[in-house]
C-alpha cells in the first residue's frame, strides 16, 4: 500500500544523522558487521509502528524504545531521537512525510494529512511483517511444528481464527447451559401447574375445562380456549383473588413428603454414576486416557515415526501406529463410561430439580401458616440440592460425592421430615373455604403459576434459538475456516515450492514441499532430490535452509497482503546463501514481486553487486556504510558509485587510492560480467582470479556473441540489426584497444613506488579507456544499467540481453 522515498535518521539507535533517498526503488545498505546497517532497518520499523521489534521479544527484558531508542549520547533526550519517512501511497500516488520522535512514540506527525495517507499509515501500523530480519527467517523453517504453527498464524494473523473459534465455542457453551436451564425452568413450572389443576397433561382442553368450573361459580364468562396469552382471572374485580387455596397447598406438601423418600429412578441413577465412579478409582488412569484421546485419534492419521504431542521419534511407524492404537482401545473404554456417567447425572439432576421445584412450591405454604423456622429450613436444604448438582456436573467433584450417593442422596434435614407432617396437618385442619372463595384462590394460583410457565416458555423459547444460532454460526464458522485454512495452506505450500526451485533450478527443479497443520502444529518436510520427504534440517545445508525460509516468508506475506504488498525490509537474511543461488534469488524478488520495493541490507559486498548488476536494484540504489563510531555513527558513501570516489581520490592526488579501487572494481564486475557471458575461466581452486583471467574471458565472449548475433541478424536479413552489431563492433574494437594500451598501469605487479610516480593526469586516461570498456556490457537505459546476459546454455544461446529489454540481440539463426 506505501513505499518509501526517503529517510532521514537523526540520533537513534546507532546513527546520528543519515539521510537515503530511496525513490520508490528497491534498495541496498551493504556494510561490514557493526556498520550499522539494522540501524536503518530500526528505523524503519520505528517510522511505521512505533515500536522496534528488537527490542522486543524473548531475551529483551529490560529494553524498551524510550530508553534505548535514542542514540547513546542522547540516551536522555528522547526529543532529539526521531525517524522521518517520505512515504507514497502506491494506489492515489500522494505522498507525505511521516514523523515520529521516540519520547511520543505512539504518535506521528504526517505532512500533508489526507484520509489515504492516514488509512496506509494506520494499516502499516498492523502490519510490522514487512519486515524480516535474519534471526526471524528460521523461525518458519528450523522450528518445532506447535511453534512453527504459532510463527506462521501471527503472520498470516490467523492467532484471530482460532481466538474467534474459541470465542464461539465459548457462546455454544453457555447458550447450550442457558437452554439446559430454562428448560428445567419450564419442567418446574408445568410441574406445578399440573398438581394445582390436578391433570397430568397440560392440554389446552383439559386445562379450559377445569378453570371454567371454577369460573362458573363465580358467575364470570367462560373462556373459549386457554392460550399462553389467557388470563385465568379475567373477569374478577381489582384487588379480588386469594393467593392461598386450600387444596392446592394440600397437593403441594403431600407431594414433597411423597419425594423425601428416594424414588427408584433417583436410587438407579446414583448406583449408575457410584459404579462409574469407583471404576475410575480403581484404575485412575483411564481417565488420562480419555483427555488424550483426541490427540491419540489425531497421531494415527500421521505417516511418520514421531509422537503428535512431543515429537518425540520412534523406532518406526508401525511402532508408534501399535502404541496409539492400545492407547486407543484404552480411551475408548474410558469414552464409553464417561457416557455412562453422563446418562446417570442427567437422570439424577432431573430429579433432583424436580424436589427442588416442589420446595419451591411449598416454602409459601409454611410462610402462611407462619411456620417460619420450616420455611427457611426449606430454603436451606433447597440450597443444598442445588449444590449438589453443581458437584456432579465434574467428575472430580463428583468423585468427593461418592458416600452421599450410596446414602441419603437427598439428605433430608430433621427438622424438614418433622416439619413437613406438621405443615400438612395444618393445612388439613384449615376450614374447607367457600365455593367462592375457593374458586377465587384456585384461580389466582393458577393465574401464578400459568404465567410462571407462560414466561419460562418464552425464556426457553429464546434461550433455545440463541443456542440454536450459537451451534450454527459455531459450525459454520469451523466449516468455512477448515476450508480456507486447507485452500490457504496450500495455495503457500505450492508458492513456497515454485519460489524455491526458481532459487536453486540448476540442482533441485523438482523440489516440492507439503505444510500439514494437524491439532495445533504446522509440520513442514521438503523433497530431498527425489529421495524423500524430510524436515528441512535433515539433510539441506544451511544455505539452502536460509533459501528456503526467505520463499517461506515471501509465500506467507504474499497470501496474506495480495495487492497491498508493496514494500518488504529484509534484514541480512540469505546471509549462508551460495554466490549463484543468491543470482537467481535477485531473479525471483524482480520476477514474481515486480511491484514490491525491497529494502536489503546485507554485509557482502559480492551480494550487493549481484543485485546491482541483477538489475534488482539500480546504480543508484545502494547505500554503502564502511565503517561505525559512537561518536560519529556510520560513516557513510552516498551509493557506489565507484567512479565519483575514484574521481574524489583524484582530485586530491590520491592515485594509489584511486588506482586500489579501479582495480577492486574491475575484478568484482568483470567476475559479475564473466558468468552472465558465460565466459570461460581457467578454474583456481583457490579462488584467486587473475584479473588478466577475466578481461580474457570476457573480450573472447563477447566477440564470440556478437558473431553469432551478426550471423543471425544475417540468417533473418534484417538490415538494422546488422548495422547496430557492426556498430558494437566498431565500439568494442576501439574500447578493448584503448584499455589494452592501459592495462599495465592497473597489473597488480606495478609498485607502490610505481604508483606515486603517476599524476593524476597520467592515471585519468586509464579510468576513462576502463569505464568505456564496461560500457560495452551496460544496459543503455539509465533506469536499469544493468550487465548484460546470455539466455540459454552453451552453444544453444538464444539473446544476448539486460534485464529491462532496452539491449537485446537474437543470438538464433532462421
Known amino acids: 500500500m506505501i513505499q518509501i522515498k526517503a529517510i532521514r535518521i537523526q540520533e537513534f539507535r546507532g546513527i546520528r544523522e543519515l539521510d537515503l533517498n530511496l525513490n520508490q526503488q528497491s534498495f541496498v545498505v551493504f556494510g561490514p558487521n557493526g556498520s550499522g546497517k539494522s540501524g536503518v532497518v530500526d528505523a524503519i520499523d520505528f517510522a511505521l509502528t512505533g515500536n522496534v521489534a528488537r527490542l522486543t521479544g524473548a531475551g529483551t527484558g529490560g529494553l524498551s524504545v524510550l530508553r534505548h531508542g535514542p542514540h547513546v549520547h542522547q540516551r536522555d533526550n528522547p526529543d532529539a531521537a526521531r525517524v522521518s519517512l517520505t512515504i507514497v501511497h502506491v494506489p492515489s500516488g500522494q505522498e507525505a512525510v511521516l514523523t515520529r520522535c521516540v519520547r511520543t512514540a505512539d504518535q506521528y506527525v504526517l505532512m500533508p494529512s489526507t484520509p489515504e495517507l492516514e488509512d496506509a499509515v494506520a494499516w502499516a501500523a498492523q502490519h510490522p511483517e514487512v519486515t ?24 498470516l494473523k490467523l492467532d484471530r481464527v482460532d481466538e474467534t473459534r474459541r470465542l464461539l465455542r465459548t457462546a455454544l457453551t453457555q447458550t447450550s447451559r442457558s437452554a439446559s436451564e430454562a428448560a428445567s425452568e419450564v419442567s418446574g413450572a408445568e410441574d406445578a401447574m399440573r398438581r394445582h389443576l390436578d391433570l397430568t397433561t397440560l392440554l389446552a382442553p383439559e386445562m379450559t375445562d377445569v378453570v371454567n368450573r371454577h369460573r362458573e361459580l363465580l358467575g364470570l364468562d367462560p373462556l373459549a380456549i386457554i392460550t399462553e396469552q389467557t388470563n385465568l382471572k379475567e373477569g374478577l374485580a381489582s384487588g379480588d383473588g386469594i393467593s392461598f ?108 430439580k424436580t424436589v427442588r421445584g416442589l420446595i419451591q412450591a411449598s416454602q409459601p405454604h409454611a410462610a402462611t401458616l407462619h411456620r417460619n423456622t420450616l420455611h427457611t429450613d426449606l430454603g436451606s436444604w433447597g440450597t443444598d440440592l442445588t449444590m449438589l448438582e453443581t458437584q456432579l456436573g465434574s467428575v472430580d467433584t463428583a468423585r468427593c460425592q461418592l458416600d452421599r450417593l450410596t446414602g441419603d442422596i437427598l439428605s433430608v434435614p430433621a427438622a424438614v421430615a418433622t416439619g413437613l407432617p406438621d405443615l400438612q396437618a395444618a393445612v388439613e385442619a384449615l376450614p374447607d373455604q367457600t365455593a367462592t372463595k375457593a374458586a377465587e384462590s384456585f384461580l389466582t394460583v ?56 526458481q532459487i536453486n533450478s540448476d540442482d533441485e527443479s523438482t523440489f516440492k514441499a507439503g505444510l500439514a497443520p494437524t491439532a495445533g502444529k504446522l509440520g513442514l518436510e521438503v523433497d530431498f532430490y527425489g529421495l524423500g520427504m524430510f524436515p528441512p534440517m535433515a539433510y539441506h545445508s544451511e544455505g539452502h535452509q536460509d533459501g528456503m525460509g526467505v520463499c517461506l516468508y515471501l509465500a506467507l506475506i504474499d497470501q496474506l497482503l495480495r495487492s497491498n504488498f508493496r514494500l518488504a525490509v529484509l534484514d541480512d537474511v540469505v546471509t549462508s ?25 546485507t554485509h557482502d559486498e559480492v551480494w550487493a553487486r549481484q543485485m546491482q548488476s541483477s538489475g534488482l536494484v539500480g546504480r543508484r540504489s545502494l547505500a554503502r556504510l564502511h565503517g561505525w563510531t559512537v561518536d560519529g555513527g556510520p560513516v557513510f558513501g552516498k551509493g557506489t558509485d565507484i567512479w565519483s570516489q575514484i574521481e574524489a581520490d583524484l582530485a586530491i592526488d590520491n592515485v594509489p587510492g584511486a588506482a586500489h579501487k579501479l582495480r577492486r572494481n574491475l575484478e568484482a564486475e568483470l567476475s559479475d560480467i564473466a558468468a552472465g557471458l558465460q565466459g570461460q575461466v581457467v578454474f583456481r581452486p583457490d579462488n584467486s582470479y587473475d584479473l588478466n583471467a577475466f578481461f580474457s574471458a570476457v573480450k573472447g565472449r563477447h566477440g564470440e556473441l556478437l558473431k553469432k548475433a551478426a550471423a543471425s541478424a544475417n540468417s533473418w536479413n534484417n538490415d538494422s540489426v546488422k548495422a547496430q552489431v557492426e556498430a558494437m563492433k566498431a565500439q568494442r574494437a576501439e574500447s578493448i584497444s ?61 539473446a544476448l540481453r539486460c534485464p529491462c529489454g532496452a539491449y537485446n540481440l537474437n543470438l538464433r539463426k532462421k
Not at 550487465?787 to 540459454?792: K, M, R, T
Open 577 to 601: 546463501v551460495d554466490a549463484n543461488h543468491r543470482r537467481n534469488f535477485c531473479k525471483l524478488l524482480k520476477d514474481f514481486f515486480p511491484d514490491v520495493q525491497f529494502i536489503i541490507t
Open 738 to 798: 584503448e584499455q589494452d594500451g592501459e592495462n599495465w598501469a592497473i597489473n597488480k605487479l606495478v609498485h607502490n613506488n610505481d604508483w606515486a610516480t603517476m599524476s593524476r593526469a597520467d592515471f585519468e586516461p586509464v579510468v576513462d579507456a576502463c569505464r568505456q570498456f564496461l560500457g560495452l556490457f551496460t544496459c543503455p537505459n539509465a533506469a536499469c544499467g544493468a550487465w548484460i546476459e546470455v539466455d540459454g546454455p552453451p552453444g544453444n544461446e538464444t
Open 132 to 155: 524480516l530480519a535474519r534471526r526471524e527467517v528460521m523461525k518458519y523453517v528450523n522450528a518445532e511444528p506447535g511453534k512453527r504453527a504459532q510463527e506462521v498464524q501471527a503472520l
Open 245 to 352: 387455596n386450600r387444596v392446592s397447598a394440600l397437593r403441594d406438601v403431600t407431594a414433597l413428603r411423597e419425594a423425601t423418600s428416594q424414588s427408584d429412578t433417583l436410587t438407579s441413577a446414583a448406583k449408575e454414576l457410584v459404579d462409574a465412579l469407583r471404576k475410575l478409582e480403581d484404575d485412575p488412569g483411564i481417565l488420562d486416557a480419555l483427555r488424550h484421546r483426541q490427540l491419540v485419534e489425531i497421531g494415527l492419521l500421521l505417516t511418520e515415526s514421531t509422537c503428535p504431542l512431543c515429537d518425540q521419534s520412534w523406532q518406526g511407524e508401525n511402532s508408534l501406529r501399535d502404541h496409539l492404537s492400545a492407547k486407543l482401545v484404552r480411551s475408548q473404554a474410558a469414552a464409553d463410561l464417561q457416557r455412562a456417567m453422563r446418562s446417570a447425572t442427567d437422570m439424577l439432576t432431573t430429579e433432583l
Open 446 to 501: 393458577a393465574q401464578e403459576r400459568w404465567k410462571r410457565v407462560r414466561q419460562g416458555r418464552a425464556r426457553r423459547t429464546k434461550a433455545a434459538s440463541a443456542n440454536k444460532t450459537a451451534q450454527t454460526v459455531y459450525e459454520t464458522f469451523n466449516e468455512v475456516a477448515d476450508a480456507a485454512l486447507t485452500a490457504l495452506y496450500k495455495s503457500v505450500e505450492d508458492d513456497f515450492s515454485n519460489y524455491y526451485r
